[in-house]
Protein backbone atom coordinates (compact mmCIF):
# COMPACT_ATOMS: atom_id res chain seq x y z
CA UNK A 1 0.00 0.00 0.00
CA UNK A 2 1.03 3.33 -0.73
CA UNK A 3 3.36 5.24 2.06
CA UNK A 4 2.08 8.35 1.45
CA UNK A 5 -1.20 9.55 0.15
CA UNK A 6 -2.74 13.05 -0.23
CA UNK A 7 -6.01 14.88 -1.88
CA UNK A 8 -4.94 18.12 -1.35
CA UNK A 9 -1.52 18.33 -2.45
CA UNK A 10 1.76 18.22 -0.19
CA UNK A 11 3.95 20.72 -0.23
CA UNK A 12 7.96 19.60 0.79
CA UNK A 13 10.09 22.66 1.67
CA UNK A 14 13.91 22.93 1.94
CA UNK A 15 16.47 25.46 2.43
CA UNK A 16 16.65 27.89 -0.40
CA UNK A 17 20.45 29.03 -0.09
CA UNK A 18 21.45 25.85 -1.52
CA UNK A 19 23.48 24.10 1.51
CA UNK A 20 20.89 20.62 1.69
CA UNK A 21 21.12 18.28 -1.15
CA UNK A 22 18.65 15.91 -2.10
CA UNK A 23 20.15 13.59 -4.16
CA UNK A 24 21.88 14.40 -7.16
CA UNK A 25 19.46 15.79 -9.17
CA UNK A 26 17.16 17.74 -6.29
CA UNK A 27 18.65 20.90 -5.53
CA UNK A 28 17.49 24.22 -6.00
CA UNK A 29 15.96 24.18 -9.14
CA UNK A 30 12.38 23.65 -7.59
CA UNK A 31 10.90 24.36 -4.18
CA UNK A 32 7.82 22.45 -4.40
CA UNK A 33 6.57 18.55 -4.47
CA UNK A 34 2.83 19.22 -5.12
CA UNK A 35 -0.11 16.76 -6.37
CA UNK A 36 -1.35 17.96 -9.39
CA UNK A 37 -4.95 18.00 -10.64
CA UNK A 38 -5.09 20.21 -13.92
CA UNK A 39 -8.31 20.50 -15.42
CA UNK A 40 -8.04 18.21 -18.57
CA UNK A 41 -4.91 16.38 -18.14
CA UNK A 42 -3.97 13.45 -16.29
CA UNK A 43 -2.98 13.60 -12.12
CA UNK A 44 0.22 13.02 -11.39
CA UNK A 45 3.15 14.12 -8.63
CA UNK A 46 4.44 17.62 -10.25
CA UNK A 47 8.52 19.18 -8.84
CA UNK A 48 8.32 22.90 -8.95
CA UNK A 49 6.44 26.10 -9.49
CA UNK A 50 3.83 27.13 -12.35
CA UNK A 51 6.40 30.00 -12.45
CA UNK A 52 8.59 28.91 -15.31
CA UNK A 53 12.15 29.75 -16.56
CA UNK A 54 13.77 29.02 -20.26
CA UNK A 55 14.32 25.37 -19.87
CA UNK A 56 11.67 22.97 -19.03
CA UNK A 57 14.29 20.12 -17.74
CA UNK A 58 16.37 22.29 -15.03
CA UNK A 59 14.05 25.10 -14.18
CA UNK A 60 10.75 24.28 -15.01
CA UNK A 61 7.95 21.77 -13.56
CA UNK A 62 8.05 18.19 -14.01
CA UNK A 63 5.28 15.85 -13.67
CA UNK A 64 4.82 12.36 -13.62
CA UNK A 65 1.75 11.03 -14.75
CA UNK A 66 -0.64 8.08 -14.18
CA UNK A 67 -0.22 7.30 -17.84
CA UNK A 68 3.33 6.88 -17.83
CA UNK A 69 4.65 10.14 -19.06
CA UNK A 70 7.05 12.35 -17.74
CA UNK A 71 5.71 15.94 -18.89
CA UNK A 72 6.72 19.18 -18.66
CA UNK A 73 6.29 22.98 -19.46
CA UNK A 74 9.26 25.24 -21.68
CA UNK A 75 7.04 28.75 -21.50
CA UNK A 76 4.58 30.24 -19.17
CA UNK A 77 1.16 29.20 -18.87
CA UNK A 78 1.85 26.56 -22.13
CA UNK A 79 0.60 23.03 -22.39
CA UNK A 80 2.16 20.10 -21.12
CA UNK A 81 4.27 18.44 -23.27
CA UNK A 82 5.68 14.89 -23.33
CA UNK A 83 9.64 14.17 -22.78
CA UNK A 84 9.91 10.65 -21.75
CA UNK A 85 7.20 7.59 -21.93
CA UNK A 86 7.80 4.16 -20.65
CA UNK A 87 5.71 1.86 -23.69
CA UNK A 88 4.99 -1.50 -24.17
CA UNK A 89 7.32 -3.81 -24.05
CA UNK A 90 9.79 -1.41 -22.18
CA UNK A 91 11.04 0.80 -24.15
CA UNK A 92 11.84 4.36 -23.66
CA UNK A 93 9.61 6.74 -26.32
CA UNK A 94 11.19 10.73 -26.17
CA UNK A 95 9.04 12.75 -27.92
CA UNK A 96 5.15 13.66 -28.34
CA UNK A 97 4.54 10.43 -30.50
CA UNK A 98 5.65 7.39 -32.74
CA UNK A 99 6.97 9.47 -35.35
CA UNK A 100 9.90 10.35 -33.11
CA UNK A 101 13.09 8.57 -32.67
CA UNK A 102 12.39 5.18 -30.25
CA UNK A 103 15.49 3.79 -28.55
CA UNK A 104 14.51 0.21 -27.74
CA UNK A 105 17.29 -0.89 -24.79
CA UNK A 106 17.28 -2.10 -21.73
CA UNK A 107 20.49 -0.15 -20.77
CA UNK A 108 21.08 3.78 -22.09
CA UNK A 109 23.45 5.64 -21.29
CA UNK A 110 23.42 9.36 -21.64
CA UNK A 111 26.96 10.87 -21.08
CA UNK A 112 28.33 14.35 -19.97
CA UNK A 113 30.37 14.66 -23.32
CA UNK A 114 27.08 14.52 -25.28
CA UNK A 115 27.37 10.35 -26.51
CA UNK A 116 24.89 7.89 -25.89
CA UNK A 117 25.50 4.40 -25.44
CA UNK A 118 23.00 1.14 -26.04
CA UNK A 119 23.34 -2.35 -24.93
CA UNK A 120 21.21 -2.66 -27.45
CA UNK A 121 20.00 -1.61 -31.60
CA UNK A 122 19.04 2.08 -32.33
CA UNK A 123 15.39 1.34 -34.18
CA UNK A 124 14.66 4.33 -37.10
CA UNK A 125 11.89 5.12 -39.44
CA UNK A 126 12.60 3.83 -42.66
CA UNK A 127 12.65 7.38 -43.90
CA UNK A 128 13.23 8.50 -47.77
CA UNK A 129 15.97 9.99 -50.16
CA UNK A 130 14.40 13.58 -49.86
CA UNK A 131 13.70 12.89 -45.68
CA UNK A 132 16.21 10.39 -44.10
CA UNK A 133 16.18 9.04 -40.97
CA UNK A 134 19.31 9.38 -39.79
CA UNK A 135 20.30 13.25 -40.59
CA UNK A 136 21.64 16.22 -39.27
CA UNK A 137 21.01 19.60 -38.46
CA UNK A 138 21.18 22.11 -41.14
CA UNK A 139 20.74 19.49 -43.99
CA UNK A 140 17.95 17.27 -43.11
CA UNK A 141 18.10 16.24 -47.12
CA UNK A 142 21.43 14.40 -46.74
CA UNK A 143 21.79 11.30 -44.54
CA UNK A 144 20.86 7.80 -44.29
CA UNK A 145 17.49 5.99 -45.13
CA UNK A 146 15.68 2.43 -45.48
CA UNK A 147 15.36 2.31 -49.18
CA UNK A 148 13.65 -1.33 -49.06
CA UNK A 149 13.89 -4.45 -47.27
CA UNK A 150 17.56 -5.69 -46.67
CA UNK A 151 18.73 -2.28 -48.43
CA UNK A 152 20.33 0.79 -47.06
CA UNK A 153 20.34 4.01 -48.75
CA UNK A 154 22.85 7.22 -48.94
CA UNK A 155 21.78 10.65 -49.90
CA UNK A 156 22.47 13.84 -50.12
CA UNK A 157 21.08 16.88 -51.43
CA UNK A 158 17.50 14.64 -51.83
CA UNK A 159 19.34 12.62 -54.00
CA UNK A 160 20.28 8.74 -53.74
CA UNK A 161 24.11 8.44 -54.09
CA UNK A 162 24.87 4.94 -52.95
CA UNK A 163 23.22 2.01 -52.15
CA UNK A 164 24.10 -1.51 -50.02
CA UNK A 165 21.60 -4.44 -50.24
CA UNK A 166 22.69 -8.18 -49.90
CA UNK A 167 24.36 -7.85 -53.55
CA UNK A 168 26.20 -5.58 -54.31
CA UNK A 169 27.44 -1.81 -53.14
CA UNK A 170 25.81 0.22 -55.63
CA UNK A 171 27.42 4.14 -56.24
CA UNK A 172 26.02 6.83 -58.87
CA UNK A 173 28.96 8.91 -58.10
CA UNK A 174 32.65 8.27 -58.26
CA UNK A 175 34.45 6.59 -55.26
CA UNK A 176 37.90 8.11 -54.28
CA UNK A 177 40.16 6.48 -52.75
CA UNK A 178 44.02 7.10 -51.19
CA UNK A 179 46.90 5.91 -53.52
CA UNK A 180 48.41 3.98 -51.52
CA UNK A 181 51.28 1.70 -52.48
CA UNK A 182 52.31 -1.71 -53.59
CA UNK A 183 53.01 -2.77 -50.23
CA UNK A 184 49.56 -0.99 -48.26
CA UNK A 185 47.66 -0.79 -51.63
CA UNK A 186 44.13 1.20 -51.22
CA UNK A 187 42.33 -1.11 -52.54
CA UNK A 188 42.56 -4.02 -50.74
CA UNK A 189 40.77 -7.09 -48.84
CA UNK A 190 40.63 -7.95 -45.24
CA UNK A 191 42.76 -10.77 -44.40
CA UNK A 192 45.19 -10.07 -47.58
CA UNK A 193 46.01 -6.29 -46.88
CA UNK A 194 49.22 -6.11 -49.19
CA UNK A 195 47.48 -7.92 -52.18
CA UNK A 196 45.11 -4.85 -54.27
CA UNK A 197 45.29 -1.92 -56.43
CA UNK A 198 46.40 1.12 -56.13
CA UNK A 199 48.00 4.49 -57.70
CA UNK A 200 51.69 4.00 -58.89
CA UNK A 201 51.81 8.07 -60.19
CA UNK A 202 49.85 10.15 -62.26
CA UNK A 203 47.58 8.01 -64.92
CA UNK A 204 48.83 4.98 -63.66
CA UNK A 205 47.50 2.24 -61.77
CA UNK A 206 49.18 -0.92 -60.69
CA UNK A 207 48.17 -4.67 -59.25
CA UNK A 208 49.80 -6.04 -56.70
CA UNK A 209 50.54 -9.74 -54.75
CA UNK A 210 52.33 -9.81 -51.54
CA UNK A 211 53.58 -6.22 -51.86
CA UNK A 212 55.05 -6.42 -54.60
CA UNK A 213 53.77 -4.77 -58.44
CA UNK A 214 52.79 -7.47 -60.96
CA UNK A 215 50.38 -5.59 -63.53
CA UNK A 216 50.85 -1.78 -64.12
CA UNK A 217 48.49 0.10 -66.63
CA UNK A 218 49.29 3.78 -67.93
CA UNK A 219 48.55 5.55 -71.22
CA UNK A 220 50.60 3.35 -73.40
CA UNK A 221 50.60 0.34 -71.97
CA UNK A 222 50.13 -2.76 -69.83
CA UNK A 223 52.39 -4.23 -68.26
CA UNK A 224 52.86 -7.67 -66.78
CA UNK A 225 55.48 -9.13 -64.45
CA UNK A 226 54.23 -12.49 -64.67
CA UNK A 227 53.09 -14.85 -67.51
CA UNK A 228 49.23 -13.97 -68.80
CA UNK A 229 47.11 -17.81 -68.73
CA UNK A 230 44.42 -17.29 -71.39
CA UNK A 231 42.11 -19.98 -71.69
CA UNK A 232 42.50 -22.41 -75.05
CA UNK A 233 40.08 -20.85 -77.09
CA UNK A 234 38.24 -21.55 -80.26
CA UNK A 235 38.62 -21.02 -83.94
CA UNK A 236 35.41 -19.49 -84.05
CA UNK A 237 35.84 -17.62 -80.59
CA UNK A 238 40.29 -17.04 -79.83
CA UNK A 239 41.54 -16.18 -76.01
CA UNK A 240 43.30 -13.49 -77.74
CA UNK A 241 40.56 -11.33 -79.48
CA UNK A 242 39.94 -7.36 -80.19
CA UNK A 243 36.47 -5.58 -79.11
CA UNK A 244 35.51 -5.44 -82.49
CA UNK A 245 36.13 -8.53 -84.42
CA UNK A 246 35.42 -11.27 -81.46
CA UNK A 247 36.30 -14.30 -84.39
CA UNK A 248 39.73 -13.10 -85.19
CA UNK A 249 42.81 -13.69 -82.92
CA UNK A 250 45.26 -16.47 -81.54
CA UNK A 251 43.76 -19.80 -79.76
CA UNK A 252 45.57 -23.08 -78.90
CA UNK A 253 44.89 -25.71 -81.16
CA UNK A 254 46.45 -28.78 -79.18
CA UNK A 255 49.24 -28.85 -76.49
CA UNK A 256 52.51 -26.78 -78.08
CA UNK A 257 50.51 -25.83 -81.07
CA UNK A 258 49.02 -22.01 -81.69
CA UNK A 259 46.71 -21.23 -84.18
CA UNK A 260 46.06 -17.79 -85.49
CA UNK A 261 42.49 -16.98 -87.06
CA UNK A 262 40.01 -14.65 -89.26
CA UNK A 263 36.42 -14.32 -89.32
CA UNK A 264 36.09 -17.61 -87.34
CA UNK A 265 38.48 -19.88 -90.24
CA UNK A 266 42.31 -20.54 -89.32
CA UNK A 267 44.49 -18.97 -91.39
CA UNK A 268 47.91 -20.30 -90.16
CA UNK A 269 49.55 -22.36 -87.21
CA UNK A 270 52.94 -22.53 -85.59
CA UNK A 271 53.17 -26.78 -84.50
CA UNK A 272 55.26 -28.10 -81.82
CA UNK A 273 58.22 -28.84 -84.02
CA UNK A 274 58.74 -25.14 -85.05
CA UNK A 275 57.00 -24.98 -88.25
CA UNK A 276 54.57 -21.75 -89.60
CA UNK A 277 52.10 -23.28 -91.39
CA UNK A 278 50.01 -21.05 -93.63
CA UNK A 279 46.81 -21.72 -95.19
CA UNK A 280 44.75 -25.17 -95.63
CA UNK A 281 45.89 -29.05 -95.44
CA UNK A 282 47.97 -31.08 -93.27
CA UNK A 283 51.29 -28.86 -92.46
CA UNK A 284 54.69 -30.70 -93.15
CA UNK A 285 56.82 -31.29 -90.48
CA UNK A 286 60.60 -29.77 -89.71
CA UNK A 287 61.68 -33.70 -89.98
CA UNK A 288 61.17 -33.06 -93.80
CA UNK A 289 63.00 -29.84 -93.39
CA UNK A 290 60.27 -27.76 -93.77
CA UNK A 291 60.32 -24.22 -91.67
CA UNK A 292 58.02 -22.27 -93.38
CA UNK A 293 54.92 -24.29 -95.04
CA UNK A 294 52.37 -22.71 -97.28
CA UNK A 295 49.82 -24.46 -98.66
CA UNK A 296 46.28 -24.08 -100.15
CA UNK A 297 43.76 -26.57 -101.49
CA UNK A 298 43.02 -24.46 -104.50
CA UNK A 299 44.73 -25.70 -108.01
CA UNK A 300 43.36 -22.41 -109.89
CA UNK A 301 43.68 -19.54 -107.82
CA UNK A 302 47.31 -17.03 -107.75
CA UNK A 303 49.04 -18.23 -104.61
CA UNK A 304 51.12 -15.40 -103.36
CA UNK A 305 54.42 -15.06 -100.47
CA UNK A 306 55.56 -11.60 -100.96
CA UNK A 307 58.04 -10.16 -98.32
CA UNK A 308 59.01 -6.78 -97.92
CA UNK A 309 57.27 -3.86 -99.85
CA UNK A 310 58.19 -1.04 -102.36
CA UNK A 311 61.32 -1.64 -103.92
CA UNK A 312 62.63 -4.17 -101.61
CA UNK A 313 60.09 -7.19 -102.03
CA UNK A 314 60.45 -10.98 -102.47
CA UNK A 315 57.46 -12.52 -104.42
CA UNK A 316 57.12 -16.35 -104.65
CA UNK A 317 54.14 -16.82 -106.78
CA UNK A 318 52.00 -19.72 -108.33
CA UNK A 319 50.13 -19.16 -111.41
CA UNK A 320 50.51 -15.09 -111.36
CA UNK A 321 52.49 -12.00 -111.95
CA UNK A 322 53.79 -9.39 -110.04
CA UNK A 323 56.86 -7.36 -110.14
CA UNK A 324 59.61 -9.55 -107.64
CA UNK A 325 62.60 -11.45 -107.62
CA UNK A 326 61.53 -14.24 -107.70
CA UNK A 327 58.31 -15.31 -109.50
CA UNK A 328 56.79 -18.31 -111.41
CA UNK A 329 54.35 -17.70 -114.24
CA UNK A 330 53.34 -20.89 -116.27
CA UNK A 331 55.19 -22.80 -115.21
CA UNK A 332 58.53 -20.49 -116.09
CA UNK A 333 60.67 -19.55 -112.96
CA UNK A 334 61.74 -15.87 -113.37
CA UNK A 335 64.78 -14.14 -111.42
CA UNK A 336 64.27 -10.70 -111.38
CA UNK A 337 65.62 -7.40 -109.42
CA UNK A 338 64.13 -4.22 -108.65
CA UNK A 339 66.51 -1.34 -108.90
CA UNK A 340 70.21 -1.90 -109.04
CA UNK A 341 70.76 -5.36 -107.42
CA UNK A 342 72.17 -8.58 -108.43
CA UNK A 343 71.10 -12.01 -108.88
CA UNK A 344 73.85 -14.66 -107.25
CA UNK A 345 73.94 -18.19 -107.99
CA UNK A 346 75.60 -20.50 -105.14
CA UNK A 347 76.24 -24.04 -105.04
CA UNK A 348 77.72 -26.38 -102.19
CA UNK A 349 77.72 -22.97 -100.31
CA UNK A 350 79.88 -21.45 -102.80
CA UNK A 351 79.39 -18.52 -105.16
CA UNK A 352 79.57 -19.72 -108.94
CA UNK A 353 78.03 -16.70 -110.91
CA UNK A 354 76.11 -13.61 -110.88
CA UNK A 355 73.90 -11.24 -113.36
CA UNK A 356 74.65 -7.88 -112.35
CA UNK A 357 72.47 -4.67 -112.78
CA UNK A 358 73.81 -3.74 -115.53
CA UNK A 359 73.22 -6.74 -117.32
CA UNK A 360 76.88 -8.86 -117.02
CA UNK A 361 77.03 -12.56 -116.26
CA UNK A 362 79.83 -13.67 -114.36
CA UNK A 363 80.67 -17.10 -113.64
CA UNK A 364 84.41 -16.75 -112.16
CA UNK A 365 85.36 -20.26 -112.43
CA UNK A 366 85.20 -20.63 -116.03
CA UNK A 367 88.54 -19.08 -116.40
CA UNK A 368 90.23 -21.71 -114.98
CA UNK A 369 88.99 -24.56 -115.52
CA UNK A 370 90.21 -26.83 -118.04
CA UNK A 371 87.68 -28.36 -120.50
CA UNK A 372 88.41 -31.87 -122.55
CA UNK A 373 89.21 -32.39 -126.17
CA UNK A 374 85.36 -32.53 -127.17
CA UNK A 375 84.67 -28.32 -127.39
CA UNK A 376 83.71 -26.01 -129.91
CA UNK A 377 83.55 -22.26 -129.65
CA UNK A 378 80.81 -20.22 -127.66
CA UNK A 379 79.11 -17.11 -128.94
CA UNK A 380 76.83 -14.55 -128.08
CA UNK A 381 73.66 -13.22 -130.55
CA UNK A 382 72.65 -9.38 -130.40
CA UNK A 383 69.39 -11.36 -128.55
CA UNK A 384 71.85 -12.57 -125.48
CA UNK A 385 71.63 -15.77 -126.70
CA UNK A 386 74.78 -17.84 -125.69
CA UNK A 387 75.77 -21.13 -128.46
CA UNK A 388 77.21 -21.83 -131.31
CA UNK A 389 77.69 -20.64 -134.86
CA UNK A 390 76.62 -23.31 -137.40
CA UNK A 391 78.56 -23.93 -140.53
CA UNK A 392 76.39 -26.13 -142.80
CA UNK A 393 74.95 -25.40 -146.06
CA UNK A 394 71.32 -25.83 -144.59
CA UNK A 395 72.51 -22.57 -142.68
CA UNK A 396 73.47 -20.24 -145.36
CA UNK A 397 72.53 -18.94 -148.32
CA UNK A 398 73.96 -16.26 -151.03
CA UNK A 399 77.35 -18.12 -150.89
CA UNK A 400 79.70 -16.72 -153.45
CA UNK A 401 84.00 -17.09 -153.79
CA UNK A 402 85.96 -14.97 -152.09
CA UNK A 403 88.01 -13.11 -154.77
CA UNK A 404 89.10 -9.63 -154.23
CA UNK A 405 90.89 -10.08 -150.78
CA UNK A 406 92.83 -6.57 -151.52
CA UNK A 407 91.81 -5.12 -148.73
CA UNK A 408 93.20 -6.91 -146.19
CA UNK A 409 96.89 -5.75 -146.93
CA UNK A 410 95.29 -2.02 -145.89
CA UNK A 411 94.55 -3.22 -142.64
CA UNK A 412 97.13 -2.33 -139.92
CA UNK A 413 97.85 -4.84 -137.23
CA UNK A 414 99.49 -3.65 -133.91
CA UNK A 415 100.27 -4.96 -130.06
CA UNK A 416 98.48 -3.35 -127.02
CA UNK A 417 97.82 -3.70 -123.64
CA UNK A 418 94.20 -2.86 -122.34
CA UNK A 419 93.00 -0.15 -120.16
CA UNK A 420 91.16 -0.99 -116.58
CA UNK A 421 87.86 0.33 -116.21
CA UNK A 422 86.52 2.53 -112.68
CA UNK A 423 83.30 1.98 -111.34
CA UNK A 424 80.99 3.66 -113.79
CA UNK A 425 82.73 2.36 -116.75
CA UNK A 426 84.90 4.48 -118.10
CA UNK A 427 88.55 3.27 -119.10
CA UNK A 428 91.54 4.30 -116.38
CA UNK A 429 95.57 4.97 -117.38
CA UNK A 430 95.96 1.65 -115.43
CA UNK A 431 96.66 -1.06 -117.66
CA UNK A 432 94.87 -4.74 -117.58
CA UNK A 433 96.96 -7.81 -118.74
CA UNK A 434 99.47 -8.85 -121.01
CA UNK A 435 100.72 -7.31 -124.23
CA UNK A 436 97.71 -8.41 -126.73
CA UNK A 437 97.75 -8.75 -130.67
CA UNK A 438 95.17 -7.23 -133.12
CA UNK A 439 93.87 -4.06 -134.35
CA UNK A 440 92.32 -0.44 -133.85
CA UNK A 441 88.39 -0.65 -134.37
CA UNK A 442 88.54 2.82 -135.89
CA UNK A 443 90.92 2.25 -138.00
CA UNK A 444 89.49 -1.11 -139.51
CA UNK A 445 86.09 0.40 -140.20
CA UNK A 446 86.68 2.77 -142.64
CA UNK A 447 88.65 -0.39 -144.36
CA UNK A 448 85.78 -3.01 -143.54
CA UNK A 449 83.32 -1.45 -141.80
CA UNK A 450 81.61 -5.00 -141.93
CA UNK A 451 84.08 -6.85 -140.15
CA UNK A 452 83.29 -4.38 -136.93
CA UNK A 453 80.25 -4.76 -134.58
CA UNK A 454 78.01 -1.95 -133.12
CA UNK A 455 75.85 -1.12 -129.94
CA UNK A 456 72.54 1.17 -131.41
CA UNK A 457 72.64 4.15 -128.57
CA UNK A 458 70.21 6.63 -128.79
CA UNK A 459 68.68 5.48 -132.49
CA UNK A 460 72.32 5.51 -133.47
CA UNK A 461 75.04 3.00 -134.12
CA UNK A 462 78.51 3.03 -132.16
CA UNK A 463 81.27 1.35 -132.70
CA UNK A 464 82.22 -1.54 -130.51
CA UNK A 465 84.80 -3.49 -131.87
CA UNK A 466 85.86 -6.10 -134.48
CA UNK A 467 84.61 -9.71 -135.06
CA UNK A 468 88.40 -11.62 -135.67
CA UNK A 469 86.57 -14.54 -136.35
CA UNK A 470 85.33 -13.15 -140.20
CA UNK A 471 89.09 -12.88 -141.29
CA UNK A 472 89.58 -16.47 -140.53
CA UNK A 473 88.33 -17.36 -144.35
CA UNK A 474 90.00 -14.14 -145.80
CA UNK A 475 93.47 -15.38 -144.21
CA UNK A 476 92.93 -18.18 -145.79
CA UNK A 477 91.94 -17.52 -149.10
CA UNK A 478 95.25 -15.34 -148.95
CA UNK A 479 97.34 -18.11 -147.95
CA UNK A 480 95.59 -19.94 -151.30
CA UNK A 481 96.57 -17.18 -153.61
CA UNK A 482 99.91 -16.97 -152.17
CA UNK A 483 100.40 -20.85 -152.24
CA UNK A 484 99.39 -20.26 -156.22
CA UNK A 485 101.18 -17.39 -156.98
CA UNK A 486 104.60 -19.14 -155.53
CA UNK A 487 103.35 -22.21 -157.59
CA UNK A 488 103.51 -19.96 -160.25
CA UNK A 489 106.62 -18.42 -159.90
CA UNK A 490 108.62 -21.69 -158.92
CA UNK A 491 107.16 -23.06 -162.39
CA UNK A 492 108.70 -20.45 -163.94
CA UNK A 493 112.14 -20.65 -162.37
CA UNK A 494 112.07 -24.69 -162.96
CA UNK A 495 113.75 -25.80 -166.02
CA UNK A 496 111.56 -27.94 -168.04
Not at 178 to 207: E, H, K, R, V, W
Not at 314 to 333: A, C, E, H, P
Not at 365 to 377: E, H, K, L
Request: some cysteine; proline content about 4%.
Amino acid sequence: MPFLTTTGGLNFSYPTDGTTNWGSTLKTSFNTISAHNHTGAPNGVQLGTNSLQNNAITETKFRLTNDSFLRGRNAADSADINILKVTTGDALQFGNGTSNATISATNITLSGSGTISSSGPFVFPAGTVSAPSVTFTGDTNTGFYNIAADTIGAATNGVERVRVDTAAVTSTLPVVHPAGTAGAPSLTFASDLNTGFYQIAGDTIGAATNGVERVRVDTAAVTSTLPYVAPAGTVSAPSLTFASDLNTGFYQIAADTIGIATAGSERARVTSDGVFHIGTGTPNTAAAGYRLHVNDSSTTADRRIQLGSGGYTLDLIRNGQSGSIVRSIGGTLYLQTLNAHTIQFDTNNTYRAQILSTGEFLVPGVYTTIVGGTNRDVFVDSNGYIGYVTSIRDSKTEIQDLTDISWLYQLNPVSFKYRKRDENGVYTDETDGDIQYGMIAEDVQPIRPDLCFYDEVDGQQELRGIQYSKLTAVLLKAVQDLKAEIETLKAQVTPQ
